[in-house]
């Protein structure tokens, strides 16, 4: 019944009915615990794991230049508030619903997040202050990275 209105008001506005939108509350307090059970953290925030999981507000989903390594060449994690900086809410919840990457960004999970887990995460991603720089731009197969990188290729099946 919810859903139902939910749709009917959405096609009639033409947008997202807040109030609607989700299980959940909407906050920048939830935004944090979305980015921590949904491992953003794990690859897009500096020192994160070597620290048993400490988040240095400075460098909080800042990205990192640590390269993830493959067949799909190498990745950096991005800069997750450079890449909302200059977004709305709304284009956000389009944009997470829609995106692709190559490996080893999980997008798929970020597609399966609801409504009030994105809206609260781009809450919290746009409270951390400036954005800081760019991570460095993917590189083809074939192509020696000049930085620090994983090592992310699949394993080999033993021959015979
Ligand atoms: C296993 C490591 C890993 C995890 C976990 C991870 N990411 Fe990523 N993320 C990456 C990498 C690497 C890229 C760059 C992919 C590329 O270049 O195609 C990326 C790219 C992105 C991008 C695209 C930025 C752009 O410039 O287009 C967004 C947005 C993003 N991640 C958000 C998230 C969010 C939100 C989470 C948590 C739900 C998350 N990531 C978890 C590694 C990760």
Same mark, same amino acid.
């Given at each position: 019944?919810?859903? +139902?209105?939910?749709?009917?008001?959405? =096609?009639?506005?033409?947008? !997202?009915?807040? @109030? &609607? #939108? %989700?299980?959940?509350?909407?906050?920048?307090?939830?935004?944090?615990?979305?980015?921590?059970?949904?491992?953003?953290?794990?690859?897009? +925030?500096?020192?994160?794991?070597?620290? =048993?999981?400490?988040?240095? !507000?400075?460098? @909080? &989903? #800042? %990205?990192?230049?640590?390269?993830?390594q493959?067949?799909?060449?190498?990745?950096?994690?991005?800069?997750?508030?450079?890449?909302?900086?200059?977004?709305?809410?709304?284009?956000?919840?389009?944009?997470?619903?829609?995106?692709?990457?190559?490996p080893?960004m999980?997008?798929?999970?970020?597609?399966?997040?609801?409504?009030?887990?994105?809206?609260?995460?781009?809450?919290?991603?746009?409270?951390?202050?400036?954005?800081?720089?760019?991570?460095?731009?993917?590189?083809?197969?074939?192509?020696?990275?000049?930085?620090?990188?994983?090592?992310?290729?699949?394993?080999?099946?033993?021959?015979?």
């Amino acid at each position: 019944m919810r859903m +139902t209105l939910a749709v009917v008001l959405t =096609g009639v506005l033409g947008a !997202p009915v807040p @109030a &609607l #939108a %989700g299980a959940g509350d909407i906050s920048v307090a939830r935004g944090l615990q979305v980015s921590i059970t949904g491992g953003c953290n794990d690859c897009h +925030t500096a020192g994160y794991n070597e620290s =048993g999981g400490k988040i240095d !507000p400075a460098k @909080a &989903l #800042a %990205g990192t230049a640590i390269g993830w390594q493959g067949p799909w060449g190498t990745t950096y994690p991005a800069n997750i508030r450079l890449k909302l900086s200059d977004m709305t809410e709304d284009a956000f919840v389009q944009y997470a619903k829609t995106f692709t990457t190559k490996p080893p960004m999980p997008f798929y999970n970020v597609q399966a997040m609801d409504e009030s887990d994105l809206r609260s995460l781009y809450r919290y991603v746009r409270s951390l202050g400036d954005p800081g720089p760019a991570m460095p731009a993917a590189l083809p197969p074939g192509v020696a990275p000049a930085t620090p990188f994983y090592v992310a290729a699949p394993p080999t099946m033993p021959k015979g």
